[in-house]
């Protein structure tokens, strides 16, 4: 699949150079020389932040520019119209492909810098990550078995990201207040799913989810044995900037002691599997 691309990626950076399309005016959509924003790698649609951004079964039109600054974290969740399975999150779990190699499985997130050259991506419906250099890069998102779907972006910058507020929406940038005295809502999009709570040093949480459909016993087994990653089963611990993961577990519970005194994200990724996150401090 990578080889495939590569030449389009060439041809993208000639017509970035020309203004990005012929020299015909622009006309009716679908007449011959009309741009069309079409998502194809030598006419890629423009990753947004700002709302969610559609994909379709075939990845050679499922192509977003992003413009990077050195350091800056993406983040990035692909929602599904068919959800990963549980054998595909295991194949994807195996092999991640998370380098400049892509995995061998169709189910993944491609990541090009701007000589076309694969600088990282992921196996799994969602990724972090940093890029190293400032330019344009071009993400592909190949989920041909999948039905199609939508991809939320979230821009990390700087040393103080995310902002704090009691109306937070959710996202990796605007977290919700976390309640321990009431349930917390847990909605079916795992990017929409983060929550913010201050503590104090050595203070104890114990965090546990009570979902609509409880985990298969095929997820509590890989739990089990500890496969973390693209399980879609897991709550996440990360510090006030979401540079650090402080505490992970498999499953629907988590405990976990404050390091430090501070705020605190924490994440619940169950897939499209809604519900209710509560929470006690000890």
């Not at 104890?204 to 879609?232: D, I, M, Y």
Request: aromatic share 8%; proline share 6%.
């Amino acid at each position: 699949m990578t080889s495939r691309f590569l030449p389009y990626m060439l041809a993208l950076l000639a017509l970035s150079a020309c203004g990005g399309g012929g020299d015909s005016e622009p006309g009716t959509p679908g007449t011959p020389g009309t741009p069309v924003a079409s998502g194809s790698t030598s006419s890629p649609k423009s990753l947004s932040s700002e709302s969610s951004n559609t994909i379709g079964t075939d990845p050679f039109f499922n192509n977003f520019t992003y413009v990077a600054s050195a350091g800056e974290r993406l983040v990035v969740r692909v929602n599904l119209a068919v959800p990963l399975s549980d054998t595909e999150s295991a194949r994807c779990a195996s092999n991640l492909g998370t380098g400049s190699a892509p995995s061998s499985y169709s189910s993944q997130v491609h990541i090009y810098d701007s000589r076309g050259l694969r600088v990282g991506g992921i196996c799994g419906e969602d990724l972090t990550f940093k890029f190293a250099a400032p330019g344009t890069y071009m993400l592909n998102f190949e989920f041909p078995s999948n039905g199609g779907g939508t991809v939320n972006a979230a821009s990390l910058v700087g040393a103080s990201p995310v902002q704090f507020s009691d109306s937070g929406d959710g996202t990796p940038t605007r977290p919700k207040k976390l309640s321990t005295l009431t349930g917390n809502a847990i909605g079916s999009d795992p990017f929409n799913s983060y929550y913010w709570v201050q503590a104090a040093q050595g203070e104890n949480f114990v965090l546990g989810v009570q979902l609509h459909r409880p985990l298969t016993q095929a997820q509590k087994t890989r739990c089990a044995s500890g496969a973390e990653s693209t399980n879609n089963a897991q709550l996440r611990v990360f510090n006030a900037s979401l540079s650090q993961q402080v505490a992970v577990a498999c499953g629907e519970g988590l405990r976990f002691v404050a390091p430090a005194a501070g705020t605190y994200i924490i994440q619940t990724d169950y897939g499209v599997n809604g519900g209710t996150l509560n929470a006690s401090r000890l």
